[in-house]
């Protein structure tokens, strides 16, 4: 009874947790940097450094501490605590050395850490050496703290790296091609009942294809000064109504007649979209591809599971 009435008290501890402030959490942040003697400077990056991303409670600290060594840090992993109460912690550097990556962790390293109050805190530490190769290489960049005036000087933060980049006319023609051409391996695996494959055939291939021609569509209607967002995120923000209703109509449960139908919808979208980027940009939309393959993919649809040819 006791130990039920301790896991009750530590669930109604946990429930109750209120989010830290930014304010908060600058100052803890900052102030950890400013006690020690280990650590020379600070610096941020990601999304909180970027304007044209809106603010939620979701949003991490993308935080980097300059130090003298990391060996100390590294030794002693009982240190990163002084952050707040952990919920889940990830190591990439430590994952990758597991699977038998080369790393240096003499030189840098990462700590994933999202906090039992919702708050996450992404903290890299390298070495001055580290720091001075390849700050500012991301230009979404802020310095918070510099003990001893060692951050170069940069610009104000702007998140151009990440806007839609123009297509070539081979980027482009590749693209449709690659959209059609998988098409068949989706239709067959449909056909084979091989869902795995059919739905991982549709998304990593054709639907990849779609969402590259989304962002270039995007990118071309805000004169390629925009960022569709990390996975397309932002694909609702840019689109008009009707090509999001279109868009989400690309997803699909596990029912095959629903899989089709989303297939089509894909089809029209990107035929669409592909067509307008084509006549903005005097490419040359691949017209035959996409009449050959729709015309394959209904006679797909429509053969019997015991089928000995498909024409």
């Known amino acids: 009874m006791a130990i039920l009435m301790d896991f009750t ?8 947790q209120v989010l830290r402030s930014d304010k908060e959490m ?9 006690k020690d003697e280990r650590i020379r400077a600070v610096y941020m990056n990601g999304s909180r450094t970027n304007p044209n991303v809106p603010k939620d409670i979701f949003q991490d600290y993308d935080i ?27 190591e990439p550097d430590k994952n990758n050395k597991l699977l038998g990556k080369e790393m240096d962790f003499d030189r840098s390293y990462t700590y994933l850490m999202l906090f039992t109050d919702g708050n996450r805190i992404d903290l890299h530490i390298e070495t001055i050496e580290a720091m001075l190769e390849g700050y500012g290489s991301d230009k979404l960049t802020i310095p918070l703290l510099d003990k001893d005036n060692i951050l170069p000087r940069i610009g104000a933060p702007t998140d151009i790296d990440y806007h839609v980049k123009k297509p070539t ?13 998988c098409l068949q391996n989706v239709a067959k695996g449909i056909w084979r009942d091989e869902l795995p494959y059919a739905k991982l055939m549709f998304e990593y291939t054709s639907k990849a294809m779609l969402d590259c021609v989304v962002s270039w569509w995007i990118g071309m209607k805000h004169d390629f000064r925009v960022s ?32 089709w139908a989303s297939i089509f919808v894909a089809c029209d979208l990107f035929r ?4 307008e980027i084509a006549e903005n940009l005097s490419f040359t939309y691949p017209i035959a591809d996409d009449t050959n393959m729709m015309k394959y993919l209904k006679r797909v649809r429509e053969l019997p599971a015991d089928a000995e040819g498909i024409f």
Do not use: R
Not at 26 to 34: M, S
Not at 169 to 181: D, L, R
């Open 228 to 259: 569709p967002g990390k996975l397309g995120k932002y694909f609702k923000k840019f689109l008009p109504e009707h090509y999001w209703e279109m868009y989400k109509k690309t997803y699909s449960d596990s029912h095959y007649d629903n899989m």
């Open 26 to 34: 600058f100052d803890l942040i900052i102030g950890v940097a400013e």
């Open 64 to 90: 980097v501490y300059v130090v003298n060594e990391t060996g100390s840090f590294l030794k002693d992993m009982n240190w990163i605590h002084v952050f707040g109460d952990l919920l889940i912690i990830q």
């Open 272 to 275: 669409k979209l592909a067509k």
């Open 169 to 181: 006319e081979a980027e482009f023609i590749i693209c449709c091609n690659e959209f059609w051409w």
């Open 9 to 16: 008290m530590y669930l109604i501890k946990e429930v109750n």
